[in-house]
């Protein structure tokens, strides 16, 4: 941990500060959990009631918040933000060993630049080529062919296999699997024959992609992952997939083979996207949601469906999507019908 001072802290982040200047502080914690020597944070109104309890030695707060606290505080618009930027000076990662461990395995073939870490029990194969302080954690493996860009991260046991790409600043968390072969097989009477996958997976830069995570290599193109996006733990992401820029993905989802993702969207925990799809840019989609067909507007979509017979089902989410509109026509009719009988009623009084 660092210790740092609140007004270098706040020139730093940007901050108003109010309060002690020459107050340090070495970690972050929770309002709850915060001392002295603690720095929090409140993004969330919902926690506003924990700040007149709270001992933390300063708080990150948006300027209507402040007046709820009369400790010293860092006053911003986005707290979150200013936390994570905060916690990442306090909480610096540890320093990996410089070098090539002793029981490594490198191609006499592969480029490593200057600074690249490369951990215990690695293999790196023929042809790869790795860009300046990149780390790449222990038991990894690296195929042949593979090109990894400046300042990467590979957690450990990470294999990243033939021809793929990774840009610069990609961090990839223990356990993923990236090139894998895509789900590709051709029917033969009632057996399956392989579809040879030759396409790469294409990384961009500034991607981060969680533990346990599994990209396919593309059938024919390749699979791309383009400029800033994050990916959480336990994602499939199938042959020829493409995600834009800055979309996020949390964890226990899917994307089936050939479905384009546009950029700066979200994606919920257990979503299921079909194959073949277009999603346009800034799309927003809610947990548990299975997406079926295209998206051609931005916004937000929910939806799942019970289980049923095929047949059954496909009636009835046909029929689903066409309850607005059928709730309107019965309104329209139920108004017709009050209209008649208050004429009718009134013929009866005549």
């Not at 609140?6 to 309060?19: K, N, V």
């Not at 309002?31 to 603690?38: K, P, S, V």
């Not at 046991?157 to 789900?183: A, K, M, Y």
Request: hydrophobic share 45%; aromatic share 4%; proline share 2%.
């Amino acid at each position: 941990m660092s210790r740092l001072r609140l007004d270098e802290l706040a020139s730093y982040l940007g901050a108003l500060l109010r309060g002690d200047p020459a107050k340090e502080v070495d970690h972050v914690a929770t309002l709850i959990t915060a001392d002295e020597m603690a720095l929090s944070f409140l993004s969330n109104r919902k926690y506003a009631h924990q700040l007149a309890s709270s001992h933390a030695g300063v708080v990150i707060l948006t300027q209507a918040d402040s007046e709820c606290w009369c400790g010293n505080a860092l006053i911003v618009k986005n707290p979150y933000l200013t936390y994570a930027k905060a916690a990442a000076l306090l909480h610096p990662r540890t320093l990996q060993p410089q070098g090539i461990h002793q029981t490594a395995v490198v191609d006499s073939s592969a480029q490593l630049a200057s600074g690249v870490v490369v951990a215990a029990n690695v293999t790196i194969g023929a042809r790869v080529c790795i860009g300046e302080n990149t780390v790449i954690g222990a038991g990894c493996v690296v195929d042949d062919g593979v090109v990894i860009g400046q300042m990467c991260r590979l957690g450990a046991n990470v294999t990243i296999l033939h021809d793929c790409v990774l840009g610069d600043r990609v961090v990839v968390e223990s356990g993923s699997v990236i090139g894998s072969e895509g789900f590709g097989w051709a029917k033969d009477g009632v057996a399956w024959v392989k579809i040879p996958q030759v396409g790469r997976v294409v990384i961009g830069n500034d991607v981060s992609i969680g533990a346990n995570v599994c990209i396919d290599r593309g059938a024919i193109d390749d699979t791309m992952i383009e400029d800033g996006v994050k990916l959480d733990n336990l994602i499939q992401i199938a042959h020829n997939v493409r995600i834009g820029a800055h979309t996020a993905m949390a964890a226990h989802g899917a994307i089936a083979g050939s479905t384009r993702v546009g950029a700066r969207c979200t994606i919920a925990g257990k979503v299921g996207i079909a194959g073949h799809l277009t999603i346009v840019d800034d799309v927003h989609i809610t947990a548990m949601t299975m997406i079926s067909h295209d998206l051609h507007q931005a916004g937000i979509y929910s939806g799942a469906v019970p289980q049923d017979h095929y047949a059954s089902w496909r009636r009835n989410a046909a029929r689903f999507r066409q309850l607005d509109a059928m709730a309107k026509r019965l309104r329209a009719l139920e108004k017709q019908q009050e209209r008649a009988f208050e004429d009718a009623q009134a013929l009866i009084n005549d």
